[in-house]
């Protein structure tokens, strides 16, 4: 599932846990501002940690976005793409 700023892949892993991956694209130049948006992206995950379904391998990918987006913008864009993806409730 694909957004402005993140794209979502699940895959079931037939266990009890959910486990996620963070990557950026190549893009995003910098590695400061990469870090940035994986620390804010973290940060998301665990607020909202205790909503994902178990038994799945989730690899979030960040767009490079033009101007930095803020915690709030991608916190929007994470629940949306777990939303339709079914891994939150």
């Known amino acids: 599932v694909h957004g402005p700023l993140l794209s979502i892949g699940t895959l079931p892993n037939g266990g009890p846990t959910t486990r ?3 990557r950026t694209k190549r893009g995003l130049k910098g590695a400061v501002v990469r870090n940035r948006l994986k620390r804010q992206l973290r940060a998301v995950i665990a607020q909202h940690g ?3 379904r178990s038994g799945a391998d989730v690899v979030i990918v960040i767009h490079p976005p033009a101007p930095r987006p803020s915690t ?3 916190e929007r864009e994470l629940l949306r793409l777990c939303q ?5 409730s």
Do not use: C, D, S
Not at 84 to 88: F, Y
């Open 20 to 22: 996620i991956g963070i």
């Open 72 to 74: 709030a913008e991608l």
């Open 50 to 52: 205790r909503r994902f």
């Open 84 to 88: 339709h993806n079914r891994l939150i």
